[in-house]
Protein backbone atom coordinates (compact mmCIF):
# COMPACT_ATOMS: atom_id res chain seq x y z
CA UNK A 1 0.00 0.00 0.00
CA UNK A 2 2.98 2.29 0.26
CA UNK A 3 4.67 1.77 -2.72
CA UNK A 4 1.53 2.10 -4.05
CA UNK A 5 1.03 6.27 -2.65
CA UNK A 6 4.74 7.12 -3.00
CA UNK A 7 4.40 6.16 -6.14
CA UNK A 8 1.28 8.38 -6.58
CA UNK A 9 2.55 11.41 -4.93
CA UNK A 10 5.52 10.60 -7.65
CA UNK A 11 3.02 10.72 -10.34
CA UNK A 12 1.10 13.84 -8.82
CA UNK A 13 4.76 15.82 -8.73
CA UNK A 14 5.33 14.78 -12.29
CA UNK A 15 2.45 16.34 -13.63
CA UNK A 16 2.68 19.37 -11.75
CA UNK A 17 6.49 19.82 -12.84
CA UNK A 18 5.20 19.33 -16.48
CA UNK A 19 2.21 21.50 -16.04
CA UNK A 20 4.55 24.34 -14.77
CA UNK A 21 7.32 23.74 -17.42
CA UNK A 22 5.01 24.37 -20.04
CA UNK A 23 3.67 27.63 -18.72
CA UNK A 24 6.63 28.67 -18.51
CA UNK A 25 7.71 27.41 -21.89
CA UNK A 26 5.15 29.91 -23.44
CA UNK A 27 6.39 32.72 -21.55
CA UNK A 28 9.34 33.86 -24.77
CA UNK A 29 10.65 36.68 -23.03
CA UNK A 30 11.62 34.68 -19.85
CA UNK A 31 12.87 32.47 -22.01
CA UNK A 32 15.49 34.75 -23.91
CA UNK A 33 16.40 35.56 -20.68
CA UNK A 34 17.02 32.66 -18.73
CA UNK A 35 18.42 30.76 -22.00
CA UNK A 36 22.04 30.66 -23.04
CA UNK A 37 21.02 30.85 -26.66
CA UNK A 38 18.54 32.80 -28.89
CA UNK A 39 16.59 30.27 -31.17
CA UNK A 40 15.85 32.01 -34.98
CA UNK A 41 13.13 30.27 -36.53
CA UNK A 42 13.81 29.55 -40.54
CA UNK A 43 10.31 28.89 -42.50
CA UNK A 44 12.04 28.24 -45.86
CA UNK A 45 11.28 26.53 -49.07
CA UNK A 46 14.17 23.91 -49.55
CA UNK A 47 12.02 21.57 -51.67
CA UNK A 48 9.19 22.18 -54.42
CA UNK A 49 8.71 24.88 -56.74
CA UNK A 50 10.98 27.49 -55.74
CA UNK A 51 13.89 25.55 -53.56
CA UNK A 52 17.12 27.30 -55.02
CA UNK A 53 15.57 30.31 -53.12
CA UNK A 54 14.68 28.99 -50.03
CA UNK A 55 18.01 27.25 -50.03
CA UNK A 56 20.30 30.22 -50.93
CA UNK A 57 18.23 31.95 -48.44
CA UNK A 58 19.75 29.59 -45.58
CA UNK A 59 22.47 29.48 -46.60
CA UNK A 60 23.42 33.20 -47.15
CA UNK A 61 21.74 33.25 -43.09
CA UNK A 62 23.87 30.59 -41.74
CA UNK A 63 27.00 31.98 -43.00
CA UNK A 64 26.19 35.11 -41.06
CA UNK A 65 25.13 33.33 -37.55
CA UNK A 66 28.35 31.47 -38.02
CA UNK A 67 29.96 34.97 -37.83
CA UNK A 68 28.14 35.73 -35.25
CA UNK A 69 29.05 32.91 -33.25
CA UNK A 70 32.12 32.66 -33.78
CA UNK A 71 32.75 35.91 -31.78
CA UNK A 72 30.73 37.04 -28.84
CA UNK A 73 27.60 36.68 -30.45
CA UNK A 74 24.32 38.32 -29.60
CA UNK A 75 23.75 39.80 -26.03
CA UNK A 76 26.28 37.02 -24.51
CA UNK A 77 24.57 34.14 -26.31
CA UNK A 78 24.64 31.97 -29.13
CA UNK A 79 22.02 32.44 -32.26
CA UNK A 80 20.69 28.47 -33.14
CA UNK A 81 19.26 29.14 -36.30
CA UNK A 82 16.12 26.28 -36.32
CA UNK A 83 15.40 26.06 -40.16
CA UNK A 84 12.71 23.76 -41.72
CA UNK A 85 11.49 23.42 -45.09
CA UNK A 86 8.17 24.02 -46.03
CA UNK A 87 8.00 22.52 -49.35
CA UNK A 88 7.17 25.90 -50.97
CA UNK A 89 3.78 25.25 -50.15
CA UNK A 90 1.74 27.71 -48.46
CA UNK A 91 -0.06 24.89 -45.85
CA UNK A 92 3.04 23.38 -45.00
CA UNK A 93 4.47 26.70 -44.23
CA UNK A 94 1.62 27.24 -41.83
CA UNK A 95 2.49 24.09 -39.73
CA UNK A 96 6.26 24.75 -40.09
CA UNK A 97 5.56 28.48 -38.24
CA UNK A 98 3.20 26.61 -36.12
CA UNK A 99 5.68 24.36 -35.00
CA UNK A 100 8.85 26.44 -34.64
CA UNK A 101 6.88 28.81 -32.70
CA UNK A 102 4.90 26.11 -29.85
CA UNK A 103 7.80 23.87 -29.96
CA UNK A 104 10.96 25.59 -30.73
CA UNK A 105 10.16 28.39 -28.94
CA UNK A 106 11.65 31.13 -31.31
CA UNK A 107 12.12 34.71 -30.61
CA UNK A 108 11.87 35.30 -34.37
CA UNK A 109 11.23 33.81 -37.54
CA UNK A 110 13.23 34.68 -41.42
CA UNK A 111 10.71 33.69 -44.25
CA UNK A 112 9.16 32.69 -46.05
CA UNK A 113 11.04 33.25 -50.04
CA UNK A 114 7.39 34.05 -51.75
CA UNK A 115 4.95 36.42 -50.93
CA UNK A 116 2.19 33.63 -50.70
CA UNK A 117 3.55 31.53 -48.32
CA UNK A 118 4.62 34.70 -46.14
CA UNK A 119 1.16 35.84 -46.01
CA UNK A 120 0.09 32.47 -45.26
CA UNK A 121 2.50 32.39 -42.19
CA UNK A 122 1.00 35.76 -40.91
CA UNK A 123 -1.95 34.80 -38.49
CA UNK A 124 0.16 32.37 -36.44
CA UNK A 125 2.70 35.34 -36.09
CA UNK A 126 0.69 37.54 -35.54
CA UNK A 127 -1.43 35.64 -32.71
CA UNK A 128 1.66 34.27 -31.23
CA UNK A 129 3.42 37.66 -31.65
CA UNK A 130 6.10 36.56 -32.74
CA UNK A 131 8.24 38.85 -35.55
CA UNK A 132 8.79 37.76 -38.88
CA UNK A 133 10.99 39.11 -42.12
CA UNK A 134 10.70 37.71 -45.56
CA UNK A 135 13.96 37.97 -47.16
CA UNK A 136 12.04 38.38 -50.19
CA UNK A 137 8.30 38.72 -50.25
CA UNK A 138 7.81 41.65 -52.29
CA UNK A 139 4.33 42.20 -52.58
CA UNK A 140 2.31 45.18 -51.22
CA UNK A 141 0.01 43.57 -49.14
CA UNK A 142 2.62 41.97 -47.15
CA UNK A 143 3.56 44.34 -44.63
CA UNK A 144 0.19 46.35 -45.28
CA UNK A 145 -3.23 45.04 -45.03
CA UNK A 146 -5.21 46.06 -48.34
CA UNK A 147 -8.49 45.96 -46.77
CA UNK A 148 -7.54 48.32 -43.85
CA UNK A 149 -4.27 50.15 -45.06
CA UNK A 150 -2.95 49.05 -41.39
CA UNK A 151 0.48 48.08 -40.88
CA UNK A 152 1.16 44.52 -39.92
CA UNK A 153 2.57 44.79 -36.72
CA UNK A 154 4.90 41.93 -36.86
CA UNK A 155 5.54 41.44 -40.52
CA UNK A 156 8.67 42.54 -41.78
CA UNK A 157 11.03 42.32 -45.07
CA UNK A 158 14.42 42.82 -46.24
CA UNK A 159 13.52 43.34 -50.02
CA UNK A 160 12.33 46.22 -51.83
CA UNK A 161 8.80 46.05 -53.14
CA UNK A 162 6.22 45.53 -56.20
CA UNK A 163 5.77 49.11 -56.94
CA UNK A 164 9.63 50.09 -57.25
CA UNK A 165 10.48 47.41 -58.94
CA UNK A 166 7.68 47.34 -61.69
CA UNK A 167 8.39 50.77 -61.96
CA UNK A 168 11.78 50.57 -61.76
CA UNK A 169 11.85 47.84 -64.79
CA UNK A 170 9.06 49.99 -66.91
CA UNK A 171 11.02 53.12 -67.14
CA UNK A 172 13.94 51.17 -68.25
CA UNK A 173 11.36 49.60 -70.81
CA UNK A 174 10.45 53.10 -71.99
CA UNK A 175 14.03 54.89 -71.75
CA UNK A 176 16.45 52.40 -72.33
CA UNK A 177 14.81 49.75 -74.82
CA UNK A 178 12.63 52.67 -76.44
CA UNK A 179 9.58 50.26 -76.20
CA UNK A 180 5.99 51.95 -76.81
CA UNK A 181 3.89 48.79 -77.25
CA UNK A 182 3.74 45.73 -74.09
CA UNK A 183 2.08 42.86 -73.66
CA UNK A 184 1.36 41.34 -69.98
CA UNK A 185 1.95 37.52 -69.69
CA UNK A 186 1.19 36.84 -65.64
CA UNK A 187 1.22 34.07 -63.18
CA UNK A 188 -2.42 34.14 -62.14
CA UNK A 189 -1.93 32.34 -58.87
CA UNK A 190 0.68 34.18 -57.65
CA UNK A 191 0.07 37.87 -55.82
CA UNK A 192 3.19 38.29 -55.96
CA UNK A 193 3.13 38.15 -59.94
CA UNK A 194 0.11 40.26 -60.01
CA UNK A 195 1.16 42.87 -58.04
CA UNK A 196 4.08 43.36 -60.71
CA UNK A 197 1.81 43.17 -63.78
CA UNK A 198 -0.09 46.05 -62.12
CA UNK A 199 2.88 48.40 -60.74
CA UNK A 200 4.34 47.92 -64.39
CA UNK A 201 1.30 48.72 -66.31
CA UNK A 202 0.49 51.86 -64.57
CA UNK A 203 4.24 53.03 -65.00
CA UNK A 204 4.13 51.68 -68.65
CA UNK A 205 1.04 53.28 -69.39
CA UNK A 206 1.72 56.59 -67.47
CA UNK A 207 4.73 57.33 -70.07
CA UNK A 208 2.74 56.67 -73.39
CA UNK A 209 3.26 53.24 -73.99
CA UNK A 210 0.41 50.59 -74.83
CA UNK A 211 -0.55 47.34 -73.45
CA UNK A 212 -1.77 45.07 -76.36
CA UNK A 213 -2.62 42.51 -74.19
CA UNK A 214 -3.00 40.79 -70.99
CA UNK A 215 -2.15 37.06 -70.39
CA UNK A 216 -2.34 34.55 -68.00
CA UNK A 217 -0.98 31.18 -66.89
CA UNK A 218 -1.03 28.60 -64.50
CA UNK A 219 2.36 27.26 -62.20
CA UNK A 220 0.94 24.17 -63.53
CA UNK A 221 0.74 24.42 -67.32
CA UNK A 222 3.52 23.00 -69.34
CA UNK A 223 2.74 23.76 -72.83
CA UNK A 224 2.73 27.66 -73.42
CA UNK A 225 2.64 28.01 -77.25
CA UNK A 226 -1.22 28.90 -78.11
CA UNK A 227 -0.77 32.22 -75.49
CA UNK A 228 2.48 32.67 -77.06
CA UNK A 229 1.26 32.87 -80.71
CA UNK A 230 -1.63 34.99 -79.94
CA UNK A 231 1.78 37.00 -78.86
CA UNK A 232 3.60 36.79 -81.48
CA UNK A 233 0.65 38.26 -83.99
CA UNK A 234 0.39 41.23 -81.79
CA UNK A 235 3.84 42.12 -82.43
CA UNK A 236 4.91 43.77 -79.30
CA UNK A 237 8.06 45.70 -78.06
CA UNK A 238 8.59 43.80 -74.80
CA UNK A 239 6.72 41.14 -73.04
CA UNK A 240 6.53 41.82 -69.63
CA UNK A 241 6.75 38.14 -67.62
CA UNK A 242 6.48 38.25 -63.92
CA UNK A 243 7.00 34.90 -62.65
CA UNK A 244 9.18 32.40 -61.11
CA UNK A 245 11.99 30.51 -62.55
CA UNK A 246 10.19 27.43 -64.00
CA UNK A 247 7.63 29.10 -65.38
CA UNK A 248 9.86 31.63 -66.74
CA UNK A 249 12.41 29.45 -67.99
CA UNK A 250 9.71 27.08 -70.01
CA UNK A 251 7.96 30.31 -71.62
CA UNK A 252 11.04 31.99 -72.80
CA UNK A 253 12.25 28.39 -74.32
CA UNK A 254 9.15 27.78 -76.45
CA UNK A 255 7.95 31.41 -77.32
CA UNK A 256 11.72 31.51 -78.76
CA UNK A 257 10.90 28.37 -80.24
CA UNK A 258 8.28 29.68 -82.50
CA UNK A 259 9.76 32.71 -83.64
CA UNK A 260 9.66 35.52 -80.60
CA UNK A 261 12.56 37.72 -81.13
CA UNK A 262 11.00 40.44 -78.37
CA UNK A 263 13.04 41.28 -75.41
CA UNK A 264 11.26 39.92 -72.18
CA UNK A 265 11.19 41.52 -69.20
CA UNK A 266 10.56 40.10 -65.64
CA UNK A 267 11.33 40.62 -61.90
CA UNK A 268 13.59 38.65 -58.80
CA UNK A 269 12.07 35.54 -58.86
CA UNK A 270 13.67 35.48 -62.82
CA UNK A 271 17.01 34.65 -60.52
CA UNK A 272 17.61 30.97 -60.06
CA UNK A 273 20.40 29.26 -61.77
CA UNK A 274 17.98 26.70 -62.85
CA UNK A 275 16.66 29.34 -65.15
CA UNK A 276 19.53 28.75 -68.16
CA UNK A 277 19.11 25.17 -67.25
CA UNK A 278 15.41 25.13 -68.14
CA UNK A 279 15.37 27.90 -70.96
CA UNK A 280 18.80 27.44 -72.70
CA UNK A 281 21.52 29.72 -72.61
CA UNK A 282 20.66 31.17 -76.11
CA UNK A 283 17.02 31.75 -75.76
CA UNK A 284 17.44 34.19 -72.72
CA UNK A 285 19.92 36.17 -74.76
CA UNK A 286 17.84 39.48 -75.26
CA UNK A 287 16.28 39.05 -71.87
CA UNK A 288 16.24 41.69 -68.55
CA UNK A 289 14.94 41.36 -64.71
CA UNK A 290 15.37 43.67 -61.74
CA UNK A 291 17.56 42.32 -58.91
CA UNK A 292 18.32 43.18 -55.38
CA UNK A 293 22.26 43.20 -56.17
CA UNK A 294 24.94 41.77 -58.34
CA UNK A 295 27.66 40.25 -57.25
CA UNK A 296 29.86 41.79 -60.16
CA UNK A 297 29.07 45.34 -58.89
CA UNK A 298 31.89 47.64 -57.47
CA UNK A 299 31.07 47.78 -53.77
CA UNK A 300 33.89 46.52 -51.32
CA UNK A 301 30.46 45.08 -49.14
CA UNK A 302 29.30 42.94 -52.16
CA UNK A 303 32.86 41.89 -52.56
CA UNK A 304 33.65 41.32 -49.26
CA UNK A 305 30.61 39.12 -48.76
CA UNK A 306 31.12 37.12 -52.66
CA UNK A 307 34.50 35.85 -51.20
CA UNK A 308 33.35 34.80 -48.57
CA UNK A 309 29.86 32.82 -49.72
CA UNK A 310 32.82 31.29 -52.48
CA UNK A 311 34.97 30.20 -49.66
CA UNK A 312 32.20 28.07 -47.94
CA UNK A 313 29.93 26.55 -50.57
CA UNK A 314 32.24 26.69 -53.71
CA UNK A 315 29.88 29.21 -55.71
CA UNK A 316 29.02 32.57 -56.19
CA UNK A 317 26.12 34.04 -54.24
CA UNK A 318 22.86 35.05 -56.08
CA UNK A 319 20.95 37.42 -54.75
CA UNK A 320 18.34 35.47 -52.28
CA UNK A 321 21.94 34.46 -50.15
CA UNK A 322 22.91 37.90 -50.21
CA UNK A 323 19.19 38.39 -49.09
CA UNK A 324 19.34 35.73 -46.32
CA UNK A 325 22.56 36.89 -45.28
CA UNK A 326 21.04 40.95 -44.99
CA UNK A 327 17.91 39.23 -43.40
CA UNK A 328 20.21 38.13 -40.66
CA UNK A 329 22.38 41.27 -40.46
CA UNK A 330 18.96 42.72 -39.87
CA UNK A 331 17.91 40.36 -37.09
CA UNK A 332 21.05 40.39 -35.32
CA UNK A 333 21.19 44.10 -35.34
CA UNK A 334 17.75 44.56 -34.05
CA UNK A 335 18.60 41.63 -31.03
CA UNK A 336 21.84 43.56 -29.90
CA UNK A 337 19.69 46.68 -29.60
CA UNK A 338 16.54 44.72 -27.97
CA UNK A 339 18.28 44.64 -24.75
CA UNK A 340 16.98 41.14 -23.76
CA UNK A 341 16.55 38.82 -27.01
CA UNK A 342 12.79 38.89 -26.65
CA UNK A 343 10.08 38.86 -29.02
CA UNK A 344 8.37 41.91 -28.24
CA UNK A 345 11.53 43.87 -28.19
CA UNK A 346 12.88 42.60 -31.25
CA UNK A 347 9.67 43.79 -33.06
CA UNK A 348 10.37 47.09 -31.49
CA UNK A 349 14.25 47.31 -32.98
CA UNK A 350 13.15 45.94 -35.97
CA UNK A 351 10.62 48.86 -36.66
CA UNK A 352 13.19 51.55 -35.72
CA UNK A 353 16.10 50.13 -37.84
CA UNK A 354 18.27 53.06 -39.68
CA UNK A 355 21.35 53.20 -41.69
CA UNK A 356 22.20 49.46 -41.43
CA UNK A 357 24.57 49.00 -43.88
CA UNK A 358 24.06 45.54 -45.13
CA UNK A 359 25.44 43.56 -48.88
CA UNK A 360 22.02 44.31 -51.10
CA UNK A 361 22.74 48.31 -49.64
CA UNK A 362 22.02 50.92 -46.89
CA UNK A 363 18.60 49.56 -45.11
CA UNK A 364 16.21 51.73 -43.09
CA UNK A 365 12.88 50.67 -42.41
CA UNK A 366 9.87 52.90 -43.24
CA UNK A 367 6.97 53.11 -41.66
CA UNK A 368 4.88 50.30 -43.71
CA UNK A 369 7.78 47.95 -42.21
CA UNK A 370 9.76 48.01 -45.78
CA UNK A 371 13.38 48.73 -46.33
CA UNK A 372 13.95 51.65 -48.18
CA UNK A 373 17.10 50.93 -51.04
CA UNK A 374 17.86 50.73 -54.93
CA UNK A 375 17.54 47.85 -57.59
CA UNK A 376 19.96 46.94 -60.48
CA UNK A 377 18.97 45.51 -63.35
CA UNK A 378 20.71 42.38 -65.04
CA UNK A 379 20.62 41.24 -68.35
CA UNK A 380 21.24 37.73 -69.68
CA UNK A 381 23.97 36.67 -72.01
CA UNK A 382 24.73 33.46 -73.18
CA UNK A 383 23.09 32.08 -69.77
CA UNK A 384 25.26 34.07 -67.64
CA UNK A 385 23.96 37.23 -65.73
CA UNK A 386 25.28 40.24 -66.58
CA UNK A 387 24.91 43.85 -64.44
CA UNK A 388 23.67 46.24 -66.41
CA UNK A 389 22.77 49.50 -63.95
CA UNK A 390 21.54 50.42 -60.44
CA UNK A 391 18.69 52.67 -59.86
CA UNK A 392 18.43 54.84 -56.55
CA UNK A 393 15.32 54.78 -54.54
Excluded at 24 to 46: D, F, M, P, R, T
Excluded at 108 to 132: E, L, Q
Excluded at 251 to 262: D, N, P, S
Aim: some cysteine; glycine content about 8%.
Amino acid sequence: MRKFRILAILTVMALLTALVTGCGGGNKEQQAANSNEIIIGGNLELSGAVATYGTNLKNGAELYFEEVNAGEGVLGKKIKFQVLDNKSDTTEATNVATRLISQDKVAAIIGCATSGNTMGIMPVATDNKVPIITPSGTALEVTVDPNTNQVREYIFRTCFIDPFQGIVMSNFAVKDLKAKTAVLYVDNQSPYAKGLAQFFEEAFTKQGGQILAKEAFVPEDQDFKATLTKIKKLNPDVIYLPAYYEAVGKIVKQAREIGITAPFLGGDGWDSPKLTEIAGAAALNGTYFTNHYSSQQDDPTIKAFVEKYQAKYGEVPDTFAALGYDTAVLLVDAIKRSGDGSSEKIKEALASTKDLQTVTGKISVDEQHNPVKGAVILEMKDGKQVYNTYVTP
